[in-house]
């Protein structure tokens, strides 16, 4: 039982270059969702998706997408990379009922130069 | 607007050495208030969730505790494999986010 993983774990991306971070979950969770984490600035709800097949924004949507297409995995795209998307980024999911119970997964560190 | 205060924003303790993390919060209708602990280079670790003021939960060495305005993570005799970044967030009735604190970066020393 992998629970939340997350690929890649480091990256370096030069300014307008595109790339997607990919989110697998083996718990068969309903809700799963994208943070990024920044000194000072705590985690911020990138989007989330209550089910295979949906999306919503969070906090922070603006430059990212993302896709569901099966329940266990979950995309999160940048299309035209900028420096202030440097950040550490991660995935999370949990069962639905109690969102707070969230499972986290180990983080990819991107920098975008 | 939901906020989530945390202090200080770091500790150091010697080993042994009670004391209390603070997180201060403000939200429209409180459905969850909830702890993670973060060591470096890893994603959150859930602890604890609280749901009413007056609601305490216990794990070995850590308690938490919630009033209407706060919620404390009480850590008794502390060891140095308590030390990692502690973090609290809350959850409002009418969304499914949560909003996070910037946490608390506890050193405990031998």
């Known amino acids: 039982n992998a629970g939340v993983t997350q690929t890649p774990k480091f990256r370096v991306l030069k300014t307008g270059q595109s790339m997607t971070l990919l989110c697998a979950q083996d718990m068969n969770h309903e809700y799963m969702y994208w943070y990024r984490q920044d000194p000072g600035m705590g985690l911020r709800l990138i989007h989330y998706s209550v089910g295979e097949g949906t999306t919503a924004k969070g906090e922070v949507p603006d430059g990212y997408n993302v896709s569901r297409l099966k329940k266990q995995n979950f995309l999160l795209g940048l299309e035209s990379a900028a420096p202030s998307q440097t950040s550490v980024y991660f995935c999370?999911?949990?069962?639905?009922?109690?969102?707070?119970?969230?499972?986290f997964g180990p983080g990819t560190r991107l920098t975008v130069t | 607007e939901d906020q989530v205060t945390q202090s200080p924003e770091a500790l150091r303790l010697q080993e042994g050495e009670s004391s209390s993390l603070n997180c201060s919060y403000t939200?429209?209708?409180?459905?969850?208030l909830f702890w993670y602990r973060q060591d470096p280079g890893k994603g959150p670790e859930f602890l604890f969730t609280l749901y009413s003021a007056g609601e305490e939960k216990e794990k070995e060495r850590l308690k938490a505790t919630l009033t209407k305005k706060e919620s404390f993570l009480h850590i008794t005799a502390p060891k140095p494999e308590d030390s990692a970044t502690y973090l609290c967030a809350v959850q409002a009735f009418r969304t499914d986010k949560l909003i996070f604190g910037t946490g608390t970066r506890l050193q405990v020393f031998p």
């Open positions: 939200v429209s209708g409180l459905r969850g």
């Open positions: 999370a999911s949990s069962v639905g009922i109690t969102l707070g119970e969230q499972y």
